[in-house]
């Protein structure tokens, strides 16, 4: 089982919709949650970073998490086509700064 | 600029040569992290650095790879006798500080990235 996994996508919303990004992680001892987006050929922007279970919004992006069910979302509404890139959720322990990153959802928003 | 200073962006190095990659933090920030992307792979820890200090070098190679990060000066990492299995992206980033008690781990931010090629 991969630590941090997310779905490889692609996934394909339309322009004005929402599009709902989701990360599981296996190591319960998991503190900090973070949500990066890397346009191709680019670096990670840290978009959203989360402690606590519930909601946390910034402008049109808000990111859920739940510590029970260890899974932690993005969501992003009205998506305009500069969304399309993938987007990284990392995680770390408290105590053990690296951060594991999954594999990435590649989203595409369709105009 | 404020933000994670790498360079050089693009470096090309034939087998057996020595790559180095600089890395200069965020202003106020002690913390430097590197990572490596190999092409469609995803973001792999390095290691973890605070001046003069290597915290946690758990994701590196044992052998020709070394980072340090000097009381004065940028970070940096090296590897030797590069083979062309290290062609990667290669990311340093920086944080305020580390997780202390009472406190989550704090965002780190990343540089723009040095795309090493290995002819």
């Known amino acids: 089982q991969k630590e941090v996994e997310q779905n490889s996508g692609p996934l394909s919303v339309p322009e004005g919709a929402i599009a709902s990004l989701n990360c599981t992680y296996s190591?319960?001892?998991?503190?900090?949650f973070f949500w990066y987006r890397q346009y191709s050929g680019k670096s990670p922007e840290l978009i959203m970073f989360i402690y606590s279970n519930g909601d946390k919004e910034d402008g049109r992006f808000t990111a859920q998490l739940n510590k029970a069910s260890q899974y932690v979302s993005l969501l992003i509404r009205d998506s305009q086509p500069s969304d399309s890139a993938t987007y990284l959720c990392a995680v770390t322990s408290f105590g053990n700064e690296k951060l594991t990153f999954g594999t990435g959802t590649r989203l595409t928003i369709i105009p | 600029n404020a933000g994670v200073m790498q360079n050089p962006r693009h470096l090309v190095r034939r087998r057996g040569q020595e790559a180095r990659l600089r890395c200069s933090p965020m202003?106020?920030?002690?913390?430097v992290y590197w990572y490596r992307q190999l092409p469609e792979e995803g973001l792999k820890f390095m290691v973890y650095?605070?001046?003069?200090?290597?915290?946690?070098e758990s994701g590196m190679p044992k052998e020709r790879f070394s980072a340090e990060f000097p009381k004065e000066g940028p970070s940096i990492l090296r590897i030797q006798q590069v083979v062309r299995g290290d062609s990667a992206a290669y990311f340093c980033?920086?944080?305020?500080?580390?997780?202390?008690?009472?406190?989550?781990?704090?965002?780190?931010?990343f540089g723009d990235g040095t795309r090493l090629s290995i002819l």
């Open positions: 202003k106020g920030h002690s913390h």
């Open positions: 650095l605070q001046k003069e200090n290597i915290i946690d």
């Open positions: 980033a920086s944080s305020l500080r580390g997780s202390t008690f009472g406190y989550s781990n704090q965002p780190q931010h």
């Open positions: 190591d319960r001892g998991s503190q900090s």
